[in-house]
Antibody, heavy 123, light 110 residues
Framework: EVQLVESGGGLVQPGGSLKLSCAAS????????MHWVRQASGKGLEWVGR??????????AYDASVKGRFTISRDDSKNTAYLQMNTLRTEDTAVYYC??????????????WGQGTLVTVSS | QSVPTQPPSASGTPGQRLTISCSGS????????VHWYQQLPGTAPKLLIY???QRPSGVPDRFSGSKSGTSASLAISGLQSEDEADYYC???????????FGTGTKVTVL
């Protein structure tokens, strides 16, 4: 059974930093891309970015709204993906989800989702 | 960036057929496969349709997807009360190397 558990969310002041984790199990983590998606309260889904697998040289891609402030990484030995968020803004307040793609998984982003972790940026 | 555009809301009575449109661009829908997600209140999204018209295991065949050019559609036949949710289309954007979610449609069953 595929499981994704996001953690690390919380309250942070504008300009601050936070690092989210996504612990994965039930699939071949090392062979999959890992995406991060966020959703502000009452708003739509917004893709944040993704990290490729080792086979893709861990290729990174980010949405323009977070590029230069957020960094995605992964530790295949721990089956965990990370989202380092720096210079946070109030508009980054959202529930953050991780979702895998590729490898032996079905061919679509968002086939599996975690429960999400809430990040609140406020003074 | 041409975010796929959806109508903000759609509604129907039980048993009706409802269609949700998703209008994109040549960079996303026009050149990539389209996926659809259903999000019930307070829950994580759920993949409803992938690769334009494929249903994951467990998704009722009341849900169907199609694509033509730079637009896509999700159809719900035999609308049921439990279909009340937000629906999002999405496609990869090759020009921006990013994943574009549609603006979302709130479906209400009257």
């Amino acid at each position: 059974e595929v499981q994704l558990v996001e953690s690390g969310g919380g309250l942070v002041q504008p300009g601050g930093s936070l690092k989210l984790s996504c612990a994965a199990s039930g699939f071949t983590f090392s062979g999959s891309h890992m995406h991060w998606v966020r959703q502000a309260s009452g708003k739509g889904l917004e893709w944040v970015g993704r990290i490729g697998s080792k086979a893709d040289d861990y290729a990174l891609a980010y949405d323009a709204s977070v590029k230069g402030r957020f960094t995605i990484s992964r530790d295949d030995s721990k089956n965990t993906a990370y989202l380092q968020m720096n210079t946070l803004r109030t508009e980054d307040t959202a529930v953050y989800y991780c979702t895998p793609w590729g490898g032996t998984l079905p061919p679509a982003v968002g086939y599996y989702w975690g429960q999400g972790t809430l990040v609140t940026v406020s003074s | 960036q041409s975010v796929p555009t959806q109508p903000p809301s759609a509604s129907g009575t039980p048993g009706q057929r409802l269609t949700i449109s998703c209008s994109g661009s040549s960079a996303n829908i026009g050149s990539r496969v389209v996926h659809w997600y259903q999000q019930l209140p307070g829950t994580a999204p759920k993949l409803l349709i992938y690769n334009n018209n494929q249903r994951p295991s467990g998704v009722p065949d009341r849900f169907s997807g199609s694509k033509s050019g730079t637009s896509a559609s999700l159809a719900i036949s035999g609308l049921q009360s439990e279909d009340e949710a937000d629906y999002y289309c999405a496609a990869w954007d090759g020009s921006l190397n990013g994943y574009d979610f549609g603006t979302g449609t709130k479906v209400t069953v009257l």
